[in-house]
């Protein structure tokens, strides 16, 4: 079965300081992987996706992700942190069979000033 | 957020009484979503359309029915609300059944005593 994982419920980064969000993922077959953002009393919005080509992705906000095949990772990340960035963050995976959509549990990123 | 509205955003309800969720897309997109978030969940998937009239489960279907009769309108009912359905509920669309982008409403918080 397709999953994903984030092993961090929280993470606490000073504002200014590098961040990392953590995913790892099991499919069969290639990986087409997402990071979705939620902040405070609003829907999911969409930050990046990876399908195929350079393993570091760009995406909104300044953020980016790189792709490890080795480690089936899918790490978010930001050179600079902003108290802004204080959200949920939820890693998905497409599912190859029923072409859905399957999230992670989400991680809640708080950047202290 | 992208042109959909779930209403209503809040409601309390009793256990064993109907409840229906709306909600309504100006984006003319084919696919519609609904999904339960729960702490240490994430999102999961209720129901899907694919279009008008053309509606399957997703992983958490029991205990919920869906409708669409209009490409703008995808109603979630809970026939008996019981108080495992307590949860914050959110639709999303997409322009595509491969489900690359989804877009979200911004939620309805219901509560069933």
């Known amino acids: 079965a397709q999953s994903v994982a984030q092993p961090e419920d929280q993470v606490n980064v000073a504002e200014g300081n590098p961040l990392t969000v953590k995913c790892t993922y099991s499919?069969?077959?290639?990986?087409?992987l997402f990071w979705y953002v939620q902040y405070p009393n609003r829907g999911l919005q969409f930050l990046l996706k990876y399908i195929t080509g350079d393993n570091l992705v760009k995406g909104s906000y300044g953020f980016e992700a790189e792709f490890n095949k080795s480690q089936t990772s899918f790490h978010l990340k930001k050179p600079s942190a902003l108290v802004s960035d204080s959200a949920l963050y939820f890693c998905?995976?497409?599912?190859?069979?029923?072409?859905?959509?399957?999230f992670g549990t989400g991680t809640r990123l708080q950047v202290f000033p | 957020d992208a042109g959909i509205t779930q209403s209503p955003r809040h409601k309390v309800t009793e256990t064993g009484t109907p409840v229906t969720l709306r909600c309504h897309q100006t984006e003319n997109h084919r696919y519609m979503y609904w999904y339960r978030q729960d702490p240490g969940h994430g999102l999961r998937l209720i129901h899907y359309s694919y279009g008008v009239k053309d509606t399957d489960k997703g992983e958490v279907s029991d205990g919920y029915s869906v409708s669409r009769s209009k490409t703008e309108d995808f109603l979630l009912t809970l026939e008996s609300a019981t108080s495992s359905q307590t949860s914050v509920y959110f639709c999303?669309?997409?322009?595509?059944?491969?489900?690359?982008?989804?877009?979200f409403g911004s939620g309805t918080q219901l509560s069933v005593l």
């Open positions: 998905a995976v497409r599912d190859a069979y029923t072409d859905k959509l399957i």
């Open positions: 999303a669309i997409s322009d595509r059944g491969r489900s690359e982008k989804l877009f």
């Open positions: 499919v069969s077959g290639n990986p087409y």
